[in-house]
Every structure is written in structure tokens, then in C-alpha cells.
């Protein structure tokens, strides 16, 4: 078993820190954002300590943006305060968010996320008929099932136990991620380990040679589309226009790398986190075998209590947020993985409640640049449940020691289970 954290919020001494920022606001959270693995039933647990009365509500912790080592951040922690820093695009903007390419000398931002509003409308309107419900009904629905009954079956033919999150959640939604996207299956193991190293290896040694090797594959995969003309999106991507013209090269490639980017991690985590809570809790388990209907509100409830990612913006002009002054180059972060059960929103924040009413969680993000992809993110955690639970008996974790998770996009990278 994991030694049990205990989280600090001790103020600590920063070198150089700016002249606007408090000292006693100056906390040390890396424990809050998902680095460290936990063992805890409920991997988020830790957050609650956010909503303490002695808490500050803002607070600057060091080294808070990952992609820029030794750069501190605002860390807002409560509901309405993340309502403020997503829904006011003009102060806080998404400029050079996850902008991983940079790092091998591009110049052009992921897109759509990386453009702020007005402009950003204009990309999503080209954008936003390949993700929407319709499509997600009418074009994608059939292929999502198709791929989870297969993975099902290598997982169950004449076994009583699985790496569930290593041989199906890792899998499934990549295998989605490649139809749609036209690229080859077989792309599938050098994708995600290209991906795993640009976001999760701290070595640039290791970083860069990744990042440069998919941004090589995607230029040599879009000369193919140009050639080809194949079905499907990446095609209507170089066809696309934007305000009448045609999409410049540095726009094909934004679009692409994000999309490539955003599509083959967070569903994957998000399902092993929610298989493993269920391998934990036998009544859930079997409520939702009983109840298949109840899926649908159980995922959203899902999706709040196991927030994934905490977005940053970059402050536009000097402003506030609860009081607390916050100056144009700033970078503020919003930890949904504590706004997600702020009590003054959510009633009994840290309950699974699966027919939780009213559930505006932000682990899509929130205004404008809610996630685009959140439709097909639900549906294809919806197949998984509902192919799944009729064709496994009642699991559990395979040995007490497979409860190890990262309340972060690292999730759950092996979760054995067993019928």
C-alpha cells in the first residue's frame, strides 16, 4: 500500500517572486494536481482541504505551469471563481495552451483552443459538424460499438481476469480516434507512445524527439490526404475554409496536432478511472447492471468526481479574482479537481451520486472553449459500460494491490480486475 499524503498548504518562501503577488499567499499544492499516485478509494480526496476555513481562496503556488519549469501560477479552487476565469475569454485566453510544438520551434498555436474569441468561433464552426450529436448518432455510433465488442471479447474468451485499463481502455477510444481520423491502426502503439513522452516524460531528451517525430508524420499524412482525397475528416480539414479563404498550412497543422493530441488520452483515463471505482464498489456495480438506463446520468456523475485535467489561461489585462489582484502575464490555473466539489455547488460534494440532478461539472472545461469533443467522449464511455457490464460477471481488483492511481490524466495505467 502507498504511504498515506498529507497535504500541506504551508506558506512557503519563493526566490524572485513578483512584486503584485502576496507571500502569504505563496503555497506549495503539487500534491493537489495529480503528480503523486494515491491509493485512496476516492483519489481526489485530498482537495477537500481547498474548502477549509482557513483556506485562501486564490493562491500563487511555484512551478504550477508544468510546460514552463519554474513558473509559478494564480490557482483558482472554487466553483464560482473557475466560473469567472473560463466565461471572461477577453482577460483570461487560452494563448499557448498545451502548445507543446513550440518547444520544437513552431510558431503556430493549437486550434481551436489555442485562439481566443472572436476568431476561435470561426475555426469551431468548421470544426464542430464532425463532433456533434448527429454526427456522433449518425456516423460514429455503429464503429465505437464495433471496436468495443472486439476488445471485449480478446478481454473475456475463456478468462476470468484482465488488465482492463492496459488492454481495453487504453485502446478503445484510440482505435475510434484513428477511424475518424483516417489514420492507420497500425499507427496506434507508436501514437501512444509518441504522446505519453510529449506529456508526460519531465526530459526534453526525451520530450522532443516525440514531438518532432508526430509532427513529421502528420506533414507526410496530410501530403497523402492532398494526393488521395480519402473519406473523412482530415480531408474536409485541408479543404476547409475559414472567413471565404483557404486554411493555411500553419492552420491544417493547429488543427491536426490538437486534435491528434486531444484524442488519444482522456477518455482512455477517464474509463479505467471509473472501472476501477467500480471494481471498488460492488452495490454501484451492480446497480448499474440492473439499471442500464441510469448510465447515461451515472457517466456525468462519473465525470465530476473524476476530473482529469486542470486548464490554464494567460491574464490579459490586469484584473481581480475574489479580491485578489492579478496582473496582465499572469498565468492563472483553475483546479477543476477541487472546483468539481465545491459544496456550495454540488450538495454532498464527495458522494457518488449517479441521478445527481443539475450536474454542471467542469471536467469539460467551460465557456467558450468547452471541450469539443465532449460529445464523443460521452458516447464512447457509454458503449463501454453498456457492452461491458452485461458480458463480464461481477468484477473486483485482482489483489489489494492494484488500487494505485494518479488523481490525474495519468490515471490508472495497469488495472487488473477479475470475475
Not at 484482465?162 to 489514420?183: I, N, Q
Not at 474509463?271 to 448510465?295: H, W
Request: some cysteine.
Amino acid at each position: 500500500m502507498l504511504t498515506e499524503m498529507k497535504p500541506r498548504m504551508d506558506v512557503v518562501h519563493v526566490e524572485n517572486l513578483p512584486d503584485h503577488v502576496p507571500p502569504e499567499l505563496v503555497r506549495d499544492l503539487d500534491w493537489a494536481f495529480g503528480y503523486a499516485a494515491v491509493d485512496y478509494d476516492e483519489p481526489f480526496r485530498e482537495t477537500e482541504r481547498f474548502f477549509d476555513a482557513d483556506a485562501p481562496r486564490i493562491m500563487w503556488a511555484p512551478n504550477a505551469v508544468r510546460s514552463k519549469p519554474g513558473l509559478g501560477a494564480w490557482v483558482v479552487t472554487h466553483y464560482d471563481d473557475i466560473t469567472q476565469v473560463y466565461q471572461d475569454a477577453e482577460t483570461f485566453s487560452t494563448e499557448g495552451a498545451a502548445a507543446y510544438q513550440w518547444l520544437a520551434g513552431e510558431t503556430w498555436p493549437n486550434i481551436p483552443l489555442g485562439i481566443d474569441p472572436p476568431d476561435h468561433m470561426k475555426y469551431r464552426k468548421l470544426l464542430n459538424p464532425f463532433f456533434s450529436p448527429k454526427a456522433v448518432d449518425q456516423v460514429l455510433d455503429a464503429n465505437m460499438r464495433k471496436h468495443a465488442k472486439i476488445l471485449l471479447q480478446e478481454c473475456v474468451d475463456g478468462r476470468t481476469s484482465c488488465d482492463f485499463s492496459y488492454e481495453f481502455a487504453r485502446v478503445f477510444p484510440v482505435r475510434v480516434f484513428l477511424d475518424l481520423m483516417g489514420f492507420p491502426q497500425e499507427m496506434l502503439e507508436q501514437f501512444l507512445d509518441w504522446e505519453n513522452k510529449i506529456l508526460h516524460s519531465p526530459d526534453i531528451e526525451v520530450k522532443l524527439p516525440a514531438l518532432k517525430s508526430i509532427l513529421a508524420y502528420l506533414r507526410e499524412f496530410l501530403a497523402t490526404v492532398r494526393r488521395d482525397s480519402p473519406d473523412g475528416i482530415t480531408t474536409d480539414i485541408v479543404n476547409g475554409t475559414i472567413d471565404g479563404r483557404p486554411l493555411t498550412e500553419d492552420e491544417i497543422m493547429g488543427v491536426m496536432f490538437f486534435l491528434w493530441l486531444g484524442g488519444l488520452d482522456t477518455v482512455a483515463a477517464t474509463l479505467a478511472m471509473i472501472f476501477r471505482r467500480l471494481a471498488l464498489d460492488s452495490e454501484m456495480q451492480a446497480y448499474l447492471r440492473n439499471n442500464p438506463a441510469a448510465i447515461p446520468d451515472a457517466i456525468e456523475e462519473f465525470l465530476r468526481s473524476q476530473p482529469l485535467v486542470n486548464s490554464q489561461r494567460l491574464v490579459k489585462k490586469d484584473t481581480e479574482i475574489n479580491g485578489v489582484k492579478v496582473k496582465k502575464g499572469d498565468w492563472v490555473l483553475c483546479l477543476v479537481a477541487a472546483g468539481n466539489f465545491d459544496p456550495n455547488e454540488f450538495s454532498d460534494p464527495r458522494k457518488i451520486m449517479l441521478d445527481r440532478p443539475s450536474n454542471r461539472h467542469f471536467t469539460f472545461s467551460g465557456g467558450p472553449h468547452r471541450c469539443m469533443g465532449s460529445h464523443i467522449a460521452r458516447r464512447e464511455l457509454r458503449i463501454a459500460l453498456e457492452e461491458i457490464l452485461p458480458n463480464i460477471p461481477p468484477f473486483t481488483l485482482k489483489s489489494d494491490a492494484d488500487r494505485s492511481v494518479h488523481p490525474g490524466l495519468m490515471s490508472v495505467r495497469n488495472l487488473n480486475i477479475t470475475w
